[in-house]
C-alpha cells in the first residue's frame, strides 16, 4: 500500500517538473512474474524506472538502507520501503545465494522484479560488465527478461549529487522480452550463466546507446578514486 501511496503523492509531481518519457511500456507484461534488467546510472533511477508502470516493481537492495539509526535512517527506510525495495546482504558467499533465493521468492509470486545487473551505479556513464546473478534468476525462474535502458538520469543526477538537475528529461525504454529457454536446466554452467549475462547487457547497450566497458563498475569505481588521489598528490 505504502508503495503506490508514494506513487499517487510524487508520480504527478516528477511529471510536471521533469517531463518524464518512456518507450516500449507494452513490452512489459500486465501480469505474472518478469525480470526487469537495467542499467544503473544514478539514484533517480529509483524514480523514474518504474513511473509509466501499473504494475508495481520489487528491487532488491542492501541491508543497509534499512538499519540506519535517526532521522535520517528513518527516512532512508521509508523511502525504500516506498519505491519497493527488499532489504538483501550483499557481502557475498552465502549471502549472495540469499539474495537469489529472494529473488526467486518474488518472482515465484508473481511480481515484476527489477535488478541492476552491473551491481552499483555507473561511476562515468558508461555500462559495465554484468553480475551473473540475473542468468541464474532467468534460469531457475524461467521468468522473461525484459532490457530495462535509462536515459539521461546520469547527466541529470550523477552520483555525488544530493539534487537532480532541472532541463534535463529523463526517459526509460523497456526492451521486447528475452528468451533463454535453449538454457533452461544449465543454470549451473558458468560459461552460460556469463553467455545469458552478456546478451542481457548486449541489449541494454542497444537499448540505451551507451558506450560499454568490458569490467565490473565497482572495480572501475575504485581505480577512478585512486587516479584521482594520485593527481591530488601530484599537484
Do not use: C
Request: hydrophobic residues 40%; aromatic residues 12%.
Amino acid at each position: 500500500m505504502f508503495y503506490w501511496v508514494v506513487k499517487a503523492i510524487l508520480g504527478p509531481i516528477l511529471h510536471i517538473v521533469f517531463r518524464p518519457w518512456a518507450e516500449g511500456v507494452d513490452n512489459v507484461p500486465k501480469e505474472g512474474p518478469a525480470i526487469l534488467a537495467g542499467n544503473h546510472l544514478s539514484f533517480a533511477d529509483h524514480f523514474f524506472g518504474p513511473l509509466h508502470l501499473r504494475r508495481k516493481v520489487i528491487s532488491l537492495g542492501k541491508s543497509d538502507y534499512f538499519t540506519g539509526r535517526g532521522i535520517k535512517g528513518f527516512f532512508t527506510r521509508m523511502f525504500f520501503s516506498g519505491v519497493g525495495t527488499v532489504p538483501i546482504d550483499r557481502s557475498g558467499g552465502k549471502a549472495s545465494e540469499a539474495a537469489l533465493r529472494t529473488g526467486l521468492r518474488v518472482l515465484r509470486e508473481g511480481h515484476l522484479l527489477g535488478i541492476y545487473p552491473e551491481g552499483t551505479r555507473s561511476p562515468d556513464g558508461r555500462l559495465y560488465k554484468g553480475k551473473t546473478g540475473v542468468a541464474r534468476l532467468a534460469l531457475e525462474s524461467r521468468a522473461p527478461v525484459i532490457p530495462w535502458a535509462m536515459v539521461n538520469t546520469f547527466e541529470m543526477m550523477p552520483p555525488g549529487r544530493p539534487l537532480p538537475k532541472f532541463g534535463i528529461r529523463p526517459e526509460v525504454r523497456f526492451g521486447k522480452p528475452l528468451d533463454f529457454s535453449r538454457y533452461y536446466g544449465m543454470e549451473d554452467d558458468r560459461l552460460v550463466l556469463r553467455a545469458v549475462t552478456d546478451e542481457i547487457m548486449y541489449a541494454l547497450m542497444e537499448l540505451s546507446g551507451q558506450e560499454y566497458v568490458d569490467k565490473y563498475a565497482a572495480s572501475a569505481r575504485v581505480e577512478m578514486e585512486r587516479a584521482a588521489r594520485a593527481a591530488a598528490k601530484g599537484e
